[in-house]
């Protein structure tokens, strides 16, 4: 837990914060999530390569459903995840599975524009 709480603290420090003014029951669920949200936002921010953020993606994926079968893998974040879904049956791997699809489908979204013109004309629709 200790690394993952570390990882969690450096990379999202505000979060980290408040989570610290949970109470203990639900302290540790807690930093379960952030840590591996921690982990899948760093996928978009550490990959410049599409195949290469999708075998990060799938390993998540993976790595919940291994989670919650009881064998989890020996990655820190997922044994928090592990042990917070042995405490908390709120937690579910469909949870988990939505929070990765959402960062996975935002990679995807995520294409510079060729001219400030081409971005012009796109931003208008929103307007």
Request: glycine residues 2%; charged residues 25%; proline residues 2%.
């Amino acid at each position: 837990m200790f690394r993952s709480r570390f990882q969690f603290r450096k990379y999202d420090f505000a979060n980290y914060l408040s989570t610290l003014l949970l109470n203990s029951e639900c302290r540790d669920a807690a930093f379960a999530i952030r840590a591996y949200n921690v982990e899948l936002a760093q996928i978009r921010s550490s990959t410049t390569e599409t195949m290469a953020g999708k075998m990060r993606y799938q390993f998540w994926s993976d790595a919940v459903d291994l989670a919650f079968t009881g064998k989890p893998s020996r990655h820190p974040v997922v044994q928090c995840i592990a042990a917070t879904a042995r405490k908390h049956p709120l937690l579910t791997s469909s949870l988990l599975k939505d929070m990765l699809n959402g960062r996975a489908n935002d990679n995807k979204t995520n294409v510079a524009f060729e001219t400030v013109e081409v971005c012009t004309d796109a931003f208008r629709w929103y307007v």
